[in-house]
């Protein structure tokens, strides 16, 4: 069946009797429908969250083979209460441009999803709209104060780094002129539109800890400046407000539940390789007001996801992982070694030998931050007893257990051992996390930290935009914020190409972008995609729905 398939099939409980398993009543909860609900912050307990375990599922470098670390996650939490645990699986909220072009939803798949399968990956309560109103309401008084003739506070428009968002993927709109058509019609510019999940306030409500931090990190957005060479801030045009209260609902986690009728809360969406990856802040926190093990994910790779959950998020929330699953395939593993990508169900020793040196890699960079590590090896039907063994034995040199799991095709009975294992180490583990860097520490030495220690580059190179950037940085005061490093999710490096355990390579910074509202600064390397394109034949093509309200096509 397909996994829209075993979705259908399943039987969900009123979204009241999900919430009485982590001790809600149902006045507590804001229902959207019978099987989805919005839970009050003030269900967010401080004390029981320091009790709480905290898991934290991250991946090898990904490759066109998949890892599944949503999937992990999912049976992970599933197993987890199998084995006669409290536990909850804390996800991010798919965006509808992947969705509806090539990479579809983000609900897990087999027997390891969250459901309702196709309202979270559809429209889900709301929050990806709100974020994009709120986001384009900014945009809109932008342009109106430059239009303005009585209140205007002078914004060169040269200067205007905002965008507009949608959350759909569509290229013709990377790059466009507005405000054509005459005077009336306002100040004619170049500009463009980015993916919702690109938005600056996407990351900002992900980091927020409640509405006021919320309102106030928005104020803080830079937005570029003005004729005179001051910059120029949403609070300057009283915009913070109004994109609170487009938001006063966005802010509360979702409560779902997965195909074993476990708990699950789904809550934010940020893209990985440009802003922090992981879901928000208010999520996590309450999932550990609420139970005792909470399992989250951080988008792509643990050089991109990982690291910034770790250095941004947690040491932004005080917050510190008791464990970490790292997720691998053998057939990802494999395309890491050079086998092709067609050949990669066929048995391939040498090829898994050589690109068993990505996972090794990662498994190093966690061992950076102090924090003990499980490797789940996520079984397909192609895997052989050799490639598996080949596997846990070099685990095994590098000290760390690896658990074979059968997360698509059993769910929580295939992640039992993978739970034991993973319970064992997050009960023994209390010690804070160790970050790769200072927030304090000048940027550049961020930059480095990150660039050597975790990708393994040898020097750092900086564009002449860059340069500029770093002046500027220190001129707005700040430069005590922290690195989010946005490069390919491909390679360890900057470049795509290089898979495996690049060495001897140097990474260049191209720009660095400032994200004042949410708190940090964005070195940029490479070229980044935040407007994504559809592919020649997108998933939206073989999306329907019958009379009955029944749809297909979604995966």
Known sequence: ????????????????????????????????????????LS?????????????????????????????????????????????????REPSLGPVFGIKGGATGGGYSQVLPMEDINLHFTGDFAAIEKAHNLLSALIDNNIQSKTHSIGIDPRTVVWKRVMDMNDRAL????????????????????????????????????DLTDL??????????????KKPVYARDLHAQGAMTALLKDAIKPNLVQTLENTPAIIHGGPFANIAQGTNTVIATK?????????????????????EKFLDIKCVSAGLSPNAIVLVATIRALK?????????????NLEALEKGLVNLEKHLENIALFGIPAVVAINQFTSDTEAEIRMVADRCANLGADAVLANVWGEGGKGTEALARAVVTKADSHNDPLKPVYNWNDPVEEKIAAVATKIYGAKSIE????????????????????????????????DNPKLIGRPSGFTVTVREIEIAAGAGFIIPILGNMMRMPGLPSVPAANNIDIDNEGNITGLF
């Open 1 to 40: 069946m397909t996994d829209l398939d075993i979705a259908r099939k399943a039987q969900m409980k009123p979204i009241a009797d999900i919430a009485a398993q982590l001790g809600l009543d149902a006045q507590d909860l804001e229902l959207y429908g019978q099987y989805k609900a919005k839970i009050p």
């Open 286 to 306: 309450m999932g550990m007001s609420l139970s005792d093990y909470v399992i989250t994910e951080a988008g792509f790779g643990a050089d991109l996801g990982a």
């Open 335 to 347: 395309y890491h070694g050079g086998a092709a990508l067609d050949s990669l169900t066929e048995e």
């Open 215 to 228: 309102k106030e990190r928005l104020g803080n957005i830079f937005v570029g400046f003005t004729f005179d």
């Open 174 to 209: 990377r790059q466009v002129i507005i405000g054509l058509g005459g005077t009336t019609m306002g100040v004619p510019r170049e500009t463009g539109f980015d993916i919702t999940a690109a938005s600056e306030i996407m990351a900002i409500l992900c980091l927020s800890k």
């Open 462 to 493: 900086y564009a002449g935009k860059a340069r500029i950037d770093l002046r500027r940085i220190k001129n707005l005061g700040l430069e005590h914020l922290p690195v989010c490093m946005a490069k390919t999710q491909k390679s360890l490096s």
């Open 43 to 91: 269900k967010i307990d401080l004390d029981q969250a320091k009790r709480s375990k905290l898991i934290l599922v991250t991946a090898i470098s990904p490759t066109p083979a998949g890892e599944g670390k949503t999937t992990v996650s999912i049976g992970l939490t599933q197993g987890i209460n199998r084995i006669g645990k409290k536990s909850i699986v804390v996800l």
